[in-house]
């Protein structure tokens, strides 16, 4: 796309938004132009309805399509600056789904069947604390309020900072990996110590559990 996405990425930045955003914008719109061969300064609304029909027919999730939706009306009405009649592409009807959730017996399964301790803590960071895996690798040490029974949660969703509670099983479970580990600075630090462990990682090692001790599909 050129300078065309140049223009796109420039215009994300000055909002301040991600650079996993950033990425995951740029990755929808390329996807878009492939479908059609020809620059979005080419196409229009006609476009957009035609290439979200066809997420819809390849079976594609609503926050796929609603996502797909989002990016190309930021393209068209924040960077080119064209007039955009965006009511006149309808929203995708949200699928309707019961969330799947773990009893309390499935999450000590789950925890018990992952055997690297710093990969078991990340989890018990998410399950007893209710953090992101984004939020639990990026703690660092001096985020653990032991005093206040709390969790400082830097940058978290919507790039604020919050504090969750800190529970006394993840809490001696930490002084334990403590005691070994001496982390520093990141309290779940990657293959260098100066990096957080990757949420690659977590996520690859949760499904492989999840698989192993047979959960619930999320």
């Not at 420039?10 to 301040?16: C, E, I, V």
């Not at 990755?27 to 300064?41: A, D």
């Not at 999730?61 to 996502?67: D, F, P, V």
């Not at 978290?156 to 529970?167: A, E, S, V």
Request: aromatic fraction near 10%.
């Amino acid at each position: 796309m050129g300078e065309l996405q140049d223009q796109m990425v420039m215009a994300m930045r000055l909002r301040n938004f991600s650079p996993k955003t950033i990425k995951s914008y740029v990755s929808v719109v390329r996807g878009y132009v492939r479908k059609f061969g020809k620059s979005p300064r080419e196409m229009g609304e006609e476009e957009v309805r035609t290439y979200l029909q066809s997420l819809m027919e390849r079976g594609a999730g609503w926050a796929t399509i609603r996502q797909t939706r989002s990016v190309l009306t930021f393209l068209y009405r924040d960077t080119l600056k064209r007039e955009w009649k965006v009511e006149n592409i309808p929203h995708p009807k949200r699928e309707k789904r019961l969330p799947v959730v773990f009893s309390t017996e499935e999450v000590k399964r789950f925890l018990e069947g992952v055997r690297n301790p710093k990969h078991r803590l990340v989890m018990m960071a998410c399950y007893s604390a209710g953090l992101r895996v984004s939020e639990a690798v990026h703690l660092k040490v001096t985020d653990i309020d032991s005093a206040r029974m709390q969790i400082r949660v830097e940058q978290g969703k919507g790039k604020k900072d919050r504090y969750t509670l800190l529970g006394n099983v993840f809490l001696s479970e930490l002084r334990s990996y403590w005691k070994i580990y001496r982390p520093q600075p990141w309290l779940f630090a990657g293959r260098n110590p100066e990096m957080p462990l990757s949420e690659r990682t977590v996520q690859a090692v949760f499904t492989k559990v999840k698989k192993k001790v047979v959960l619930p599909s999320m």
